[in-house]
């Protein structure tokens, strides 16, 4: 496995979404299912292919779901995410990482490998906690550079400018508004320098 896909449930309950990612006529499936409690139900085993991320692609390959982990979390999309299921999350997330000998910027959102279709976890969703714990990561500003080749060097894929600028804000500025800015330049300027897929920063 190379990544770890976040997700939201968009359903009210555990019950409602353990029901559809065990539905074979839904054609969804997950990892991990984790409640609001804390509670981490096991659904697929990581060794097998679940069907979670759709279509999409990360830093230049497509197939996200041969290739990662999908772990959905139990939230309407609206709401806070509760502290008990943050802290299982972490706990999920640390022992993934470790089994598969994968860097934090393997955790991505789905709205990272698919930005023109999904926007979860959204942006109540909170990233810079788990960089702080090297379970994620976070960029610091540096220099602007060009964004749009930035992002495809941390490992977005290709899509209209405002889409990427939103999927981009939605997991690290997600109280920014208007247009793309030099803070956003200098933050996606930070991740292709520190995080770049093949290694090398864009201006190598």
């Known amino acids: 496995m190379e990544l770890v896909v976040l997700h939201y449930t968009a359903m009210r309950t555990c019950v409602e979404a353990l029901d559809r990612l065990c539905d074979p006529g839904a ?57 008990r299921q ?7 997330l640390s022992d993934v990482l470790g089994r598969h000998d994968l860097p934090p910027q393997a955790v991505i959102a789905h709205s990272d490998m698919a930005p023109d279709r999904k926007g979860d976890p959204g942006p109540r969703f909170d990233w810079l906690r788990l960089a702080v714990q090297g379970l994620s990561v976070w960029p610091l500003a ?51 320098a520190r995080f770049p897929v093949d290694g090398r920063p864009p201006h190598a």
Do not use: C, Q
């Open 27 to 83: 054609e969804v499936s997950a990892h991990y299912l984790i409640d609001r409690d804390g509670t981490v139900l096991s659904l697929v085993d990581e060794a097998v292919r679940a069907w979670h991320a759709g279509t999409g692609s990360w830093a230049g390959e497509g197939d996200v779901n041969s290739r990662s982990i999908g772990i959905e979390l139990v939230n309407t999309g609206s709401e806070p995410f509760a502290e």
């Open 142 to 192: 540096v220099r602007p550079g060009d964004f749009a080749r930035d992002l495809r060097s941390f490992g977005y894929p290709d899509a209209l400018p405002d889409v990427l600028l939103n999927a981009f804000r939605l997991r690290f500025r997600p109280w920014a508004k208007g247009a793309l800015d030099d803070i956003d330049r200098a933050l996606a300027a930070d991740l292709a």
């Open 86 to 92: 943050m802290t299982a999350l972490e706990k999920l």
